[in-house]
């Protein structure tokens, strides 16, 4: 047991007889763990993206909420009437009449 471990730290197992395996082994181990760093970093970034688009979504929709506030201010009746005043437009003091066309059906 001890003399096994011994081997393994001095690296008796890269310069042994079956060597290439371990070491085409170990070229794997290293490819596969590049691997997974590499996607781990993907994945991150993927996340902080994920998070900075929300935040955007967050602004524009309580701007949205803003701006079509404000409209609907806008088109009160009574801020187009001072918006009007300010050119010489009142309204009107009489009110509208309906008018009634009768139809004269011809046989």
């Known amino acids: 047991m001890r003399n ?3 081997d393994i730290l001095k690296g008796k197992f890269l310069v042994s007889g ?3 395996k371990n070491w085409l082994f170990i070229i794997f181990a290293s490819f596969l763990a590049t691997v997974m760093i590499g996607s781990s970093h993907s994945a991150d970034r993927k996340v902080h993206q994920i998070a900075a688009l ?4 967050k602004e ?3 701007e949205f909420v803003d701006v079509r506030s404000s409209v609907q201010r806008l088109k009160l009746e009574s ?3 001072q918006s009007l005043e300010v050119r010489g437009l009142y ?3 009489t009110p509208p009449k309906k008018i009634m066309v009768k139809s004269s059906e011809k046989e």
């Open 4 to 6: 096994g471990l011994l």
């Open 18 to 20: 079956d060597a290439p």
């Open 54 to 57: 929300n935040e955007t979504i």
């Open 60 to 62: 524009l929709r309580s």
């Open 79 to 81: 801020k187009i009437a």
């Open 91 to 93: 309204p009107s003091e």
